[in-house]
């Protein structure tokens, strides 16, 4: 069954850090890849996505990732963190045709002073 | 527009109670989902309609009721729901064909009493 894992359920960084969040997908197919954001009591807002073409895709706010076929990874990586990126985190992948969105169980990004 | 909203925002109901979450898009999106959201959990998905017709049931219990009245909105009917429904009710849009990510809605936080 295809799945997404994203490693730690909580990542916690300093402002001003690096945020590193890891996502992976087990697919034998390439698949339509995306990061979504959530803060809290709101829906979940697109960050970023890949389909084709570039694998380093660059998003809102500053967030960027990059698609690694031979590792089925899709990390989501910012430079340096704001206390304003404190939120949940959503990896997702789509396949072509398909209506389903399968998600990871997400990831709650800690933003420390 | 990239909007899609929902009413109401909050809901709190009985057990025997009948009411309605609505969800409206003016995006020209044809395909548009449910989903139920637990606390500290990613979207769980319940419906998707494509060009106004059920396409996806993920074998929901019947006291959930969907309808799609036109290509820009979406009801959820709830009757005789139960506690463990108390959710946050996510709406969702997206273009068919090769254009796969989903524009949310700020949900519907529903407790039922």
């Known amino acids: 069954a295809q799945s997404v894992t994203q490693l730690g359920s909580h990542v916690s960084v300093s402002e001003g850090a690096l945020v590193l969040l890891r996502c992976n997908y087990s697919?034998?197919?390439?698949?339509?890849l995306f990061w979504y954001v959530q803060y809290p009591n709101q829906g979940l807002q697109l960050l970023l996505k890949?389909?084709?073409?570039?694998?380093l895709v660059k998003g809102i706010n500053g967030f960027e990732a990059e698609f690694k076929k031979s590792e089925t990874s899709f990390h989501l990586t910012k430079p340096s963190a704001h206390m304003s990126d404190a939120a949940e985190y959503f990896c997702?992948?789509?396949?072509?045709?398909?209506?389903?969105?399968?998600f990871g169980a997400g990831t709650r990004l800690f933003v420390k002073a | 527009d990239t909007e899609v909203t929902q009413t109401p925002k909050h809901l709190v109901m009985g057990m025997t109670n009948k009411k309605s979450l609505k969800c409206e898009q003016h995006?020209?999106?044809?395909?548009m989902y449910w989903y139920k959201q637990k606390a500290k959990k990613p979207p769980e998905l319940m419906f998707v309609?494509?060009?106004?017709?059920?396409?996806i049931n993920e074998s929901v219990p019947s006291r959930f009721s969907p309808e799609c009245p036109n290509s820009s909105l979406l009801n959820l009917h709830l009757h005789a729901l139960q506690p463990e429904d108390s959710a946050l009710y996510l709406c969702?849009?997206?273009?068919?064909?090769?254009?796969?990510?989903?524009?949310f809605g700020p949900g519907t936080r529903l407790t039922v009493t």
């Open positions: 969702a849009s997206r273009r068919t064909g090769t254009a796969y990510e989903q524009y």
């Open positions: 697919s034998s197919v390439p698949p339509y």
């Open positions: 890949y389909t084709t073409g570039a694998t």
């Open positions: 997702a992948v789509t396949y072509t045709g398909g209506f389903k969105t399968i």
């Open positions: 995006m020209g999106h044809r395909a």
């Open positions: 309609y494509s060009y106004e017709k059920l396409s």
